[in-house]
């Protein structure tokens, strides 16, 4: 029996998704898009799920797009990229955004192109000290997708992101963490174990809280101060009547550990 394209393993609340195509660096086709959207919606699904990780086997964490796919390899036919962004790219970043969970990506060795935006579109960024990004696209006549556009600018500002895009630099990750773009970078043989950390703290945490902050941080960029204003009371007015608001509160009185189990 062939290797799944995607590795499930939980250690407790945290679901641990692991990129499974070393042989082309994790590159993406359709099979591996198809396991990971498959992998995620089941990880969204299960309530018993309170934190994912996204790793890579391998020496790379992911090179993008695979560029010998049939599907996009230049040859006699023209082919129809914008097809592939909408089919499959389009998706995954819109799965990753709307998990009903905190998203944590482990990145080791090189991730380029898409995988690189694969990994910034994670909540939490966490790379080896030798691992690597690169926006990739420019140098294959293509601007930054799954998200780039979007994200980029966000992270790092205007400037470093054209700078980032347009010379497709490797970036390595420590240079990575000053610029913003990630949350941290790691000593290689310690990425396991921080991940492993890091993951379980947002697994006992206020899930819904978490990812009502990504979305507010996202829809904030788009708002006035005023309507930002005003969707934190929205928020808050929701959160201050759920389980976890109560609990946290409850045990912060009684100087014990909250026991959070709010998920969205
Ligand atoms: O196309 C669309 O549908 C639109 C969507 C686009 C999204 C994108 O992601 S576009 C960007 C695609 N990715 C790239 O352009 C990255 C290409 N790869 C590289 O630049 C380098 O390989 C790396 C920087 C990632 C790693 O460099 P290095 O020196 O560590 O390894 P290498 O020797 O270049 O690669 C090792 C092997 O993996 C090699 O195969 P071989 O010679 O051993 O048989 C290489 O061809 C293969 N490989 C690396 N990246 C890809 C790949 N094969 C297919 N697709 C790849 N993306």
């Not at 660096?25 to 089941?42: M, Q, T, V, Y």
């Not at 990506?105 to 080896?128: I, K, P, S």
């Not at 980029?152 to 240079?175: H, K, T």
């Not at 009547?241 to 014990?256: I, T």
Request: charged residues 20%; glycine residues 8%.
């Amino acid at each position: 029996m062939s290797e799944p394209n995607v590795l499930s393993i939980d250690e407790g609340a945290v679901r641990w998704l692991t990129l499974n195509r070393p042989g082309s660096l994790n590159s993406f086709n359709a099979e591996l898009h198809d396991a990971l959207l498959g992998e995620l919606d089941r990880a969204a699904a299960d309530t018993a799920v309170r934190c994912v990780v996204l790793a890579a086997a391998g020496r790379a964490f992911c090179a993008g797009q695979d560029l010998a796919d049939p599907a996009v390899a230049p040859g006699a036919e023209p082919k129809d990229l914008g097809a592939v962004v909408a089919r499959f790219y389009k998706p995954l970043v819109e799965r990753l955004h709307a998990m009903p969970v905190p998203v944590v990506a482990a990145v080791q060795g090189v991730a380029a192109g898409a995988g690189a935006n694969l990994a910034l579109n994670c909540d939490v960024v966490v790379a080896a000290r030798s691992a690597s990004f690169i926006q990739a696209f420019a140098k294959i006549g293509l601007v930054p997708d799954t998200g780039g556009t979007w994200l980029l600018p966000r992270l790092v500002g205007r400037a470093r992101a054209l700078g980032l895009a347009m010379l497709g630099d490797r970036v390595a990750a420590a240079e990575a963490e000053r610029l913003g773009l990630i949350w941290s970078c790691v000593e290689d043989s310690a990425l396991h174990d921080t991940v492993q950390r890091l993951a379980q703290q947002l697994a006992g945490m206020p899930t819904a809280a978490l990812v009502a902050t990504r979305h507010a941080f996202d829809a904030a960029q788009g708002l006035s101060l005023s309507e930002a204003l005003d969707a934190e009371a929205r928020l808050q007015g929701t959160l201050g009547n759920a389980h976890d608001y109560l609990e946290g509160v409850a045990a912060f009185g009684a100087k014990r550990a909250p026991r959070f189990t709010d998920r969205c």
